[in-house]
């Protein structure tokens, strides 16, 4: 006889898991459709140059799919994904990436120490404004010293 | 021989063994910060390796993924947190020992385990890549691809989580893999136009986003305090006898498991530790010491993770097929040289591979002249805020990437391929299958065609080469594996239960 019922495990509908499952689909689905305008080979026997990537995107609709019915029984429920705090790490990701986007006008090296102390400035702690700044001059340092005069690397 | 006396030439150069010293330097620091590991170390590392010499490069990049390894078992004996999840074992018996006072010699019984698995990991490879490879040369197209899918579905089906994820983000490399001029017709394919696309999707671009940018990302996500450093001093490391006499065995043990599980695919230092572990535990009379501080539960892993470098080396060498992330970009490297790993190596680059075979020996050993002398001051760098590590990981991430070309370009899909990292490691998509099959595209794509242009187009031809038809069944099994796994852990127990 089988003991007490076993709690059941988050049954709520996963919205994660099902956005990623019709991502993957969906990009599945257009990967094939770009393969199928490929050109057909050339030399006898040759596949041509769509022949893999349509395998590939023939395997990846069905995994996708596969994806898809194991989220929706729930089979995904005890790795389920927790977004509350990565809304710090997109705010990381734009700092650097607006940084990035004043290049042209700023210059690399300038640009990464300013993206660098902002980001630094989004931990808590004691003495954030110092650490941000010795972190700015450090990155400037190793962008011009390490990077563009020892590695020669011409930096915009 | 020649090529032995010119490896050995390089390695005991000026430049040789500066090289292998910075390495052990930034593999111990980039091991003990605990989230980098030795795949997000080389991945940063790459762009300073473009001007060096590929034998310099490769003695680089070894010399930081042995320290990397052992360096993960820093910060898990001092601060119980894994550097790298190969040294997840050591943090249960290391922590316990710091607790007592004893962090120095858990740190000197990781460091000599470390050196010791290290030291016999390269012996193993030493020995079998060289007759690997010959047999390697009697194979052909079909032979290859059906070696590189094996490959490919091993990684996807052992790097941990569901196989349907694994296997996804198999396809999604593949796919990544087909960008660009394809290999046999010469057509553009995925390009929409774009010059700096006709080489392909960047192979350094994808690997430090995914990678280097997407931990950068991680890390930002916390914003507590790290937990108190044990207050232990941490001084020399030097073992002594009476713990060499209780441990021997153990890293004996635990350097054979690593080297073994080493050359499997996929399998790496975070599962060979705990088989290690739990061997050395089994074969142990006092069982009951582990978790508590046993000598024998550092020593075990140790060697284990630091010995299964010399065996992921041994099918990247001998038959051009990496086995791990950390692999792959050495891998990744070696075709940035304009080199193609496998076993035509031998005799097209003699030198470069004995640098390689006898370069994982004396790495660990400068591993150990380094994390004996420079301990003490390495031991803090587990303490830098998560902040400055994150900014330094974007700073390097962006930098390198603007190295691969010169192009702004290469650094906005380092960021975009960093946002998808991020959202796999979110999501406990595995990133080793996207690297692998980008890395092993090339290989299968080529093969899988040349072999059916050699047949004019007929399929048989995998299932008449035996070497196909072995490494296409091992795909098979190493697929079906897992699922049978999955299928027995959900079938409901039948009676027993309240026996």
């Known amino acids: 006889m089988m003991g007490a019922p076993e709690v059941p495990p988050n049954r709520g509908i996963p919205f994660s898991d099902l956005i990623t499952g019709l991502i993957c689909l969906a990009g599945c689905i257009a990967f094939l459709v770009l393969a199928f305008a490929l050109p057909a080979g050339h030399s006898t026997g040759d596949v041509g140059p769509g022949a893999l990537?349509?395998?590939?995107?023939?395997?990846?609709?069905?995994?996708?799919?596969?994806?898809?019915?194991?989220?929706?029984?729930?089979?995904?429920?005890?790795?389920?994904?927790?977004?509350?705090?990565?809304?710090?790490?997109?705010?990381?990701?734009?700092?650097?990436?607006?940084?990035?986007?004043?290049?042209p006008w700023l210059g690399l090296a300038p640009a990464l120490a300013?993206?660098?102390?902002?980001?630094?400035?989004?931990?808590?702690?004691?003495?954030?404004?110092?650490?941000?700044?010795?972190?700015?001059?450090?990155?400037?340092?190793?962008?011009?010293?390490?990077?563009?005069?020892?590695?020669?690397l011409p930096l915009p | 021989m020649d090529g032995v006396i010119q490896s050995l030439g390089v390695i005991f150069s000026l430049s040789g063994l500066v090289v292998l010293l910075i390495g052990a330097l930034l593999g111990i620091v980039i091991g003990a910060l605990p989230g980098l590991g030795p795949s997000i170390g080389l991945s940063l590392l790459i762009p300073f390796t473009y001007s060096m010499s590929p034998e310099l490069s490769m003695l680089l990049m070894i010399s930081l993924?042995?320290?990397?390894?052992?360096?993960?078992?820093?910060?898990a004996i001092l601060l119980s947190t894994p550097g790298t999840a190969a040294a997840a074992a050591t943090a249960i018996d290391g922590y316990a020992m710091a607790q007592k006072g004893q962090a120095n010699e858990a740190i000197s019984i990781s460091l000599t385990a470390s050196t010791v698995g290290g030291v016999l990991g390269g012996l193993a490879l030493l020995l079998l890549a060289m007759p690997l490879a010959k047999l390697a040369l009697q194979f052909g197209p079909a032979g290859y691809f059906a070696v590189g899918l094996f490959g490919l579905t091993s990684v996807a089906a052992l790097s941990g989580g569901s196989l349907v994820k694994g296997l996804l983000g198999a396809a999604f490399g593949l796919g990544l893999a087909t960008v660009g001029i394809d290999p046999i017709a010469g057509t553009p394919r995925f390009t929409f136009g774009h010059f700096e696309l006709y080489e392909g999707v960047p192979f350094l671009a994808a690997l430090i986003g995914l990678f280097a940018v997407s931990e950068a990302m991680a890390l930002a996500e916390k914003h507590a305090c790290k937990a108190p450093m044990n207050k232990s001093r941490v001084g020399h490391v030097f073992m002594s006898a009476a713990v060499w006499k209780e441990t021997w065995r153990s890293m004996l043990s635990g350097s054979v498991i690593g080297t073994l599980l080493g050359?499997?695919?996929?399998?790496?230092?975070?599962?060979?530790?705990?088989?290690?572990?739990?061997?050395?535990r089994a074969r142990d009379p006092h069982p009951e010491t582990y978790g508590k501080g046993a000598a024998n539960g550092i020593a075990a892993p140790e060697a284990s993770n630091n010995a299964t470098v010399g065996g992921a080396?041994?099918?990247?060498?001998?038959?051009?097929?990496?086995?791990?992330?950390?692999?792959?970009?050495?891998?990744?490297?070696?075709?940035?040289?304009?080199?193609?790993?496998?076993?035509?190596?031998?005799?097209?680059q003699p030198t470069l591979v004995y640098a390689i075979l006898f370069g994982v020996i004396i790495a660990s050993l400068v591993q150990y002249l380094v994390g004996s002398l420079f301990l003490p001051i390495m031991a803090?760098?587990?303490?830098?805020?998560?902040?400055?590590?994150?900014?330094?990981?974007?700073?390097?991430?962006?930098?390198?990437?603007?190295?691969?070309?010169?192009?702004?370009?290469?650094?906005?899909?380092t960021l975009a391929f960093g946002l998808v990292g991020y959202a796999m490691k979110k999501l406990n998509f595995p990133v080793a299958p996207?690297?692998?099959?980008?890395?092993?595209?090339?290989?299968?794509?080529?093969?899988?065609?040349?072999?059916?242009?050699?047949?004019?187009?007929?399929?048989?031809?995998?299932?008449?080469d035996p070497i196909s038809v072995l490494f296409l069944l091992l795909s098979l099994v190493s697929i079906l594996v897992p699922v049978r796994r999955a299928w027995r852990a959900k079938r409901p127990v039948r009676g027993g239960q309240g026996a």
Not at chain 1, 128 to 134: G, I, K, M
Not at chain 2, 265 to 270: A, L, S, T
Request: hydrophobic content about 55%.
């Open chain 2, 380 to 413: 803090r760098t587990v303490l830098l805020p998560d902040g400055v590590i994150a900014a330094g990981i974007l700073t390097f991430a962006v930098l390198g990437a603007f190295a691969i070309r010169n192009l702004m370009f290469d650094v906005w899909m």
């Open chain 2, 434 to 464: 996207v690297i692998l099959a980008m890395v092993l595209g090339y290989l299968v794509e080529s093969n899988y065609r040349t072999a059916l242009v050699s047949s004019q187009g007929d399929y048989m031809v995998f299932l008449t």
């Open chain 2, 263 to 280: 050359i499997l695919p996929g399998v790496g230092g975070n599962i060979a530790c705990w088989v290690a572990r739990d061997y050395a």
């Open chain 2, 313 to 348: 080396l041994v099918p990247l060498l001998s038959l051009g097929v990496p086995g791990s992330p950390t692999t792959a970009i050495m891998m990744g490297a070696l075709i940035m040289h304009g080199l193609h790993p496998g076993p035509q190596l031998f005799a097209e």
């Open chain 1, 53 to 103: 990537p349509k395998q590939i995107g023939i395997f990846g609709i069905i995994c996708s799919a596969v994806y898809l019915l194991t989220a929706l029984r729930g089979g995904f429920a005890e790795e389920r994904p927790e977004f509350t705090e990565s809304h710090r790490a997109l705010a990381a990701f734009a700092i650097f990436a607006i940084c990035l986007a004043v290049v």
């Open chain 1, 114 to 152: 300013l993206a660098a102390a902002v980001v630094t400035l989004l931990f808590a702690g004691r003495g954030r404004l110092v650490r941000a700044a010795a972190t700015a001059a450090g990155v400037w340092l190793i962008a011009v010293l390490l990077f563009e005069r020892l590695l020669g």
């Open chain 2, 65 to 75: 993924y042995t320290s990397a390894e052992y360096g993960g078992s820093i910060s």
